[in-house]
């Protein structure tokens, strides 16, 4: 048996009960054959792949909060952090009910590489709770932060790991996150990114990961003879990378078609409007259903189906596992002709497999999502030199970044004999330069 099977054998047997991170190794390290077989004899003797695959710590722990009727709850935190290698460790904090170690921890491996790829120096790390946001008033979202920070804070520090935003956690979670930091610690410093502008935040990191998103886009398809310009865009998820991802397509001349959230889908032939689903999702907290108050042509469904309308081009931008095998059936028989990751491995494996068999050019998460991370260690050299650079500073640093990636990951498959294959090229690429800095520095 080959070495990558060896190990995800061995990872199979000792983590059985989380599929979604044993679906993340799979997709990583089927991807990584043609380098772990070009250095097999050094990665073994290292034990390069067994150390990569198991987290540095995992940390879980109890979020005790009273609630608006005096009634204590109790949810679970969690932080793993999982490499830091290339830089401290650095990944959301995600606020769900679904969440779970096997969850933190997919999301914390893929982060690894992802922060690799962005050329900066951090390492890769996922946290977040079981506590739902969703319904609850600001008080009980803000006595939620302090006691989860309560715990956090004792793990995490400017120059050690540095947490931000995910699902569920947005400007004002991290707000009464940071409050609650700066008063236990007695520090002020960036320790945590996604910060509201007038306290350390960086213009941009809003946008950052719906904007990155779109820049990686149109360089694939300009590298593949295509513009964005003038086509239909299907998007999911109505959340923070959803409404960034469709600003920015719409800047560059395309037609957004749909957008959903976790009860339905809207779709508005004459392209959505923005402004009513911002006033929607960030003002109100409503539901996407309301969205026929403001554009009455348009049409809502209930459930899944973002996928079965006509698009040229594919954005799922909402949660992991929500583009199935027949959505990508669907999406290729309606002639679509690439998907980009907005969310974290939001295509199924064998989704991705039909996609790329088909082909469609398809952008892995990892890569075209890290515009996200990438403005976030942004945030935190500002910090550092305690400036606060332009909006057209970080805009354009984030574009140079995700066209840099693309190139990178591009160049990475053609070295290694998969040309035009993303997923190979952004994972290769990602592995190389963390493969490098864990052989330097020892048996650690
Ligand atoms: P938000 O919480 O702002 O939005 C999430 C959106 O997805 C909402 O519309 C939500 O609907 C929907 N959603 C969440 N869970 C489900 C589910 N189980 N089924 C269907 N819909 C669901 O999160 P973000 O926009 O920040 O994150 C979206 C994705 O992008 C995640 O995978 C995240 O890990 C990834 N990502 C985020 C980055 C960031 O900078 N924010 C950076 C890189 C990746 P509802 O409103 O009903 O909950």
């Known amino acids: 048996m080959g070495y990558v099977d060896e190990v995800l054998e061995s990872v199979q047997k000792k983590n059985a009960s989380e599929p979604e991170f044993l679906q993340a190794v799979k997709e990583v390290l089927d991807s990584l054959r043609p380098i772990v077989d070009a250095n097999e004899e050094v990665y073994r003797k290292a034990a390069l792949l067994e150390r990569i695959v198991e987290p540095d710590r995992q940390i879980k722990f109890r979020v005790p909060w009273v609630d608006d009727k005096g009634q204590v709850q109790v949810n679970v935190g969690y932080?793993?952090?999982f490499n830091n290698s290339i830089g401290p460790y650095k990944g959301g904090l995600r606020l769900h009910p679904s969440v779970n170690i096997g969850i933190?921890?997919?999301?914390g491996f893929e982060q690894i590489f992802k922060n690799s790829l962005t050329g900066l120096p951090i390492g890769g790390a996922k946290g977040g709770s079981d506590f739902d946001p969703k319904g609850k008033s600001d008080n009980e979202v803000?006595?939620?932060?302090?006691?989860?920070?309560?715990?956090?804070?004792k793990y995490i520090g400017a120059d050690v790991d540095v947490p931000a935003g995910d699902i569920g956690t947005g400007a004002r979670e991290i707000g009464y996150m940071f409050g609650q930091y700066k008063k236990i610690r007695g520090?002020?410093?960036?320790?945590?990114?996604?910060?509201?502008?007038?306290?350390?935040?960086?213009?941009?990191?809003?946008?950052?990961?719906?904007?990155?998103?779109?820049?990686?886009t149109a360089e694939m398809l300009k590298c593949n003879g295509k513009d964005i310009a003038g086509k239909t865009v299907a998007i999911s998820g109505s959340g923070n990378v959803a409404i960034y991802a469709a600003e920015k397509a719409v800047q560059l001349g395309a037609k957004v078609v749909t957008m959903s959230d976790s009860t339905g889908w809207i779709y508005d032939a004459e392209g959505i409007d923005l402004d009513a689903v911002k006033e929607l999702k960030e003002v109100r907290r409503a539901r996407l259903s309301e969205y026929r108050n403001y554009r009455p042509n348009s049409e809502y469904?209930?459930?899944?189906?973002?996928?079965?309308?006509?698009c040229d081009i594919a954005l799922p931008c909402a949660t992991q596992n929500e583009l199935?095998?027949?959505d990508a059936k669907m999406l290729t028989a309606n002639g679509c002709f690439a998907v980009a990751e907005g969310a974290?491995?939001?295509?199924?494996?064998?989704a991705t497999e039909y996609l790329k068999a088909n082909g469609v050019l398809f952008a892995p998460g990892k890569a075209a999502n890290a515009g996200g991370v990438a403005t976030s260690a942004l945030e935190m050299s500002q910090n550092s030199e305690r400036l606060s650079w332009s909006f057209e500073e970080v805009d354009e640093k984030l574009k140079g970044i995700m066209v840099n990636i693309f190139h990178n990951l591009d160049d990475a498959a053609r070295r290694y004999g998969a040309e035009g294959d993303y997923v190979v090229g952004a994972n290769i690429a990602g592995f190389e330069k963390v493969a490098d800095a864990m052989l330097a520095q020892g048996v650690c």
């Open 104 to 107: 933190i921890k997919f999301l």
């Open 344 to 350: 974290n491995m939001p295509t199924t494996l064998d």
């Open 142 to 153: 803000m006595r939620f932060c302090q006691s989860f920070m309560n715990e956090l804070y």
């Open 324 to 326: 199935l095998l027949e």
């Open 301 to 310: 469904h209930e459930g899944r189906g973002v996928w079965s309308v006509k």
């Open 79 to 81: 932080r793993v952090q």
């Open 187 to 216: 520090v002020y410093e960036g320790v945590l990114t996604g910060k509201g502008l007038s306290y350390g935040g960086s213009l941009v990191r809003k946008e950052a990961t719906g904007y990155g998103l779109l820049y990686f």
